[in-house]
């Protein structure tokens, strides 16, 4: 029987980069899911604070060379990997010269939230689908962490919710608790606009705040997890709103219930159910 294949995608992984919670989660349950027979493959951005000598991350020729136009420009996108040989897994790291090539993550050296992280969140999450096509690999389930992953229930349900490689794919999106009380700008909604998406499509986004975000996210997810018991209030409240699938986990060694909430949503487990 195939094997049920997970797309992660998130900002930050533990050993490259470690914000918060959610780099240990996306380090442990990957490796989880591989152990016990899943298919995986995990996406991050290559922020310049991550050393690529020191982490051996190379470039991935046949993935590079794509560009994604985000608000009417064509940006190079660039393919690098780095294997932790402990896990046996490879990590694909997106990155670009002009968002991603600086000392800090998301804000300057005085603690400014920069201008552009509208535009280097629609290009992390443009990017990491189309290097999915060019994989050539189609996902059962795609798992989005973090705040910059937000656009890719959205256009998996409308921009690309007929193309091959993702027309079966369910979405699940974890919850944290996260340090952020910024804004991506009332022109996010428009910039995030990509193939034949509406202003309607993206209108859950509203000005991209914390909450907008998330609201946005979920309105196109079919899963939500929340991680432990300091889920800001307002996501709380988002997802007794939607009345979406949810359930909790306390302890980031509870990966059999992240098993069964992937069976749930998996193609191959749909197929098996067909045939008996």
């Known amino acids: 029987m195939a094997k049920t294949k997970i797309l992660f995608v998130t900002h930050e992984m533990s050993p490259f980069l470690e914000l918060s919670k959610i780099s240990e989660i996306t380090r442990q ?12 493959r995990i996406l991050m951005p290559r922020f310049g604070n991550i050393n690529e000598r020191r982490n051996r991350l190379h470039e991935v020729i046949r993935l590079s060379g794509m560009n994604i136009v985000v608000d009417n420009n064509d940006n190079p996108l660039i393919i690098k990997v780095a294997s932790i040989p402990a896990a046996r897994m490879q990590v694909y790291f997106l990155d670009n010269e002009e968002y991603f090539q600086r000392k800090h993550v998301f804000c300057d050296e005085c603690g400014k939230f920069f201008e552009d992280n509208n535009e280097r ?150 197929e098996t159910e067909v045939e008996a």
């Open 29 to 40: 349950l990957p490796q989880a899911m591989q152990e016990k027979g899943y298919e995986i």
């Open 121 to 270: 969140t629609v290009f992390f999450c443009k990017g990491a689908l189309e290097t999915v096509k060019k994989l050539g690999w189609a996902p059962d389930v795609v798992h989005c962490h973090g705040w910059m992953s937000t656009l890719i229930p959205a256009y998996l349900k409308t921009a690309y919710k007929d193309d091959p490689t993702f027309k079966d794919a369910k979405v699940i999106y974890s919850l944290y608790k996260e340090d952020f009380n910024h804004s991506l700008g009332e022109n996010f909604a428009e910039i995030a606009l990509t193939g034949n998406m509406t202003a309607d499509d993206v209108a859950p986004y509203g000005a991209g705040d914390y909450a907008g975000l998330y609201e946005g996210a979920l309105a196109y997810s079919d899963a939500v997890v929340l991680t432990g018991d300091e889920v800001d209030e307002q996501l709380l409240n988002i997802v007794k709103k939607t009345d979406i699938l949810s359930f909790e986990v306390e302890d980031n060694q509870e990966f059999e219930n992240y098993c069964n909430l992937y069976e749930q949503f998996s193609s191959v487990e749909l």
